[in-house]
């Protein structure tokens, strides 16, 4: 069970919009913490999408764009392309126990 | 560029200690401010957070492990070493190192670049 609740699964057709939601709690994204993205594409190492909660590193399109509200964060890609197809996983630091980074489960976007 | 590469057995028998080394290239471990993590991913499940150490040695690890793990710097061979006690087979995983900077901490950490993991089977 991860600290960070993700949808499993999201499908959209091409050239559509997805988002991705990020669900904390109190002890993590509640408290103020930053959320980053990560696209880890079938069979690679996971890569940095977004950083600080709406921050794209240089060389990611602007199709991926990143929000954080009270709890919860998301990530929203429009204008979907077949090579989206991955999984996406967020990140926060936690400060319950003596704190900890911790990821979300990850969420499997299919593109149809 | 920044790039690091995981090495060390693929196999491990339980109870066995892991030992895994980072070596890395484009950034230097003696840089204010980076840093060098452990992340691991069991097949098909999620990445989980092991252990991260900084260019002034500042060590953290996952309170769920931190009894099992030591993460350790050789700043002159530009390596992070991660050992693992008692190994399980839930401890199955890919094992991955990666670069981040403290920034705001530690709220603004997050991994900016990773190897390319190396997968730890844990059996008899």
């Known amino acids: 069970q991860s600290v960070l609740t993700q949808p499993p699964s999201v499908s959209g057709a091409p050239g559509q919009r997805v988002t991705i939601s990020c669900t904390g709690s109190s002890s993590n994204i509640g408290t103020g913490y930053d959320v980053h993205w990560y696209q880890q594409l079938p069979g690679k190492a996971p890569k940095l999408l977004i950083h600080v909660n709406s921050n794209r590193p240089s060389g990611v399109p602007d199709r991926f764009s990143g929000s954080k509200s009270g709890t919860s964060a998301s990530l929203a890609i429009t204008g979907l392309q077949a090579e989206d197809e991955a999984d996406y996983y967020c990140?926060?630091?936690?400060?319950?126990?003596?704190?900890?980074?911790?990821f979300g489960g990850g969420t499997k976007l299919t593109v149809l | 560029q920044i790039t690091l590469k995981e090495s060390g057995p693929t196999l491990v028998k339980p109870t066995q200690t892991l030992t895994l080394t980072c070596t890395f290239s484009g950034f230097s471990l003696s840089t204010t401010g980076v840093g060098v993590g452990w992340i691991r991913q069991p097949p098909g499940k999620a990445l989980e957070w092991l252990a991260l150490i900084y260019w002034d040695g500042d060590k953290r690890y996952s309170p769920s492990l931190k009894s099992r793990l030591t993460i350790a710097k050789d700043t002159s061979k530009n390596q992070v070493v991660l050992t693992m006690t008692n190994m399980d087979p839930v401890d199955t995983a890919t094992y991955y190192c990666?670069?981040?900077?403290?920034?705001?901490?530690?709220?603004?950490?997050?991994?900016?670049?990773w190897g390319q993991g190396t997968l730890v089977t844990v059996s008899s």
């Open positions: 990140q926060s630091y936690d400060n319950s126990l003596s704190g900890s980074w911790v």
């Open positions: 990666t670069h981040t900077t403290r920034g705001q901490w530690p709220t603004e950490t997050h991994f900016d670049y």
